[in-house]
Antibody, heavy 120, light 103 residues
Framework: EVQLVESGGGLAQPGGSLRLSCAAS????????MHWVRQAPGKGLVWVSR????????SYADSVKGRLTISRDNAKNTLYLQMNSLRAEDTAVYYC?????????????WGQGTTVTVSS | DIQMTQSPSSLSASVGDRVTITCQAS??????LNWYQQKPGKAPKILIY???NLETGVPSRFSGSGSGTSFTFTISSLQPEDIATYYC?????FGQGTKLEIK
């Protein structure tokens, strides 16, 4: 079964850090571009970041550039999101998602999400 | 930056109704427009990609059309399990969502 499972969410203080993980199974992880998408409480979906299949190319939403870093370990079939200098507005459910090959930004498999709360 | 404007923001319809949601892009995006369904407390699910391609396993009552700046998502006959919020997406831009409720 194709599956993505996020972990690492929790409560962090403003200015603090968290690292989210997304464990992939059931498909050849190293062949797929991957994304992080977030959703603040009661709000819509917001794209956060994208990484290519070998981890050499990344892109970010302006709102997180310089604070959040996407990476991957293809040997461990795991995607990461390192979150530094956290702000209250980073409070959200964070989803990892797989990109459909040859279809730019089409996300065909999603994890269940992990919740990040930034509060003092 | 391209802006995606969805309408309506909420919609109430009866079982069996034909439901239509529109998405307007601020500039020509060809057919690069996707539609997702998100049920409460769940992750989004891709329904339609590249404006009109139905994802494998998605019921045929869902369809999409359009190109350029104007796109339409249609449910031909609303079912109770279709209650969800629907989002259009162009690359890194999501629409604000349409919450669909049963009347």
């Amino acid at each position: 079964e194709v599956q993505l499972v996020e972990s690492g969410g929790g409560l962090a203080q403003p200015g603090g850090s968290l690292r989210l993980s997304c464990a992939a199974s059931g498909f050849t992880f190293s062949s797929y571009w991957m994304h992080w998408v977030r959703q603040a409480p009661g709000k819509g979906l917001v794209w956060v970041s994208r990484i290519n299949s070998d981890g050499t190319s990344t892109s970010y939403a302006d709102s997180v550039k310089g604070r959040l870093t996407i990476s991957r370990d293809n040997a461990k079939n795991t995607l990461y999101l390192q979150m530094n200098s956290l702000r209250a507005e980073d409070t959200a459910v964070y989803y990892c998602a797989r990109e459909l090959p040859r279809y730019y930004y089409v996300m065909d498999v999603w994890g269940q999400g992990t919740t990040v709360t930034v509060s003092s | 930056d391209i802006q995606m404007t969805q309408s309506p923001s909420s919609l109430s319809a009866s079982v069996g109704d034909r439901v239509t949601i529109t998405c307007q892009a601020s500039q020509d995006i060809s057919s690069y427009l996707n539609w997702y369904q998100q049920k409460p407390g769940k992750a989004p699910k891709i329904l339609i990609y590249d404006a009109s391609n139905l994802e494998t396993g998605v019921p045929s009552r869902f369809s999409g059309s359009g190109s350029g700046t104007s796109f339409t998502f249609t449910i031909s006959s609303l079912q109770p399990e279709d209650i969800a919020t629907y989002y259009c997406q162009q690359y890194d831009n999501f629409g604000q969502g349409t919450k669909l409720e049963i009347k």
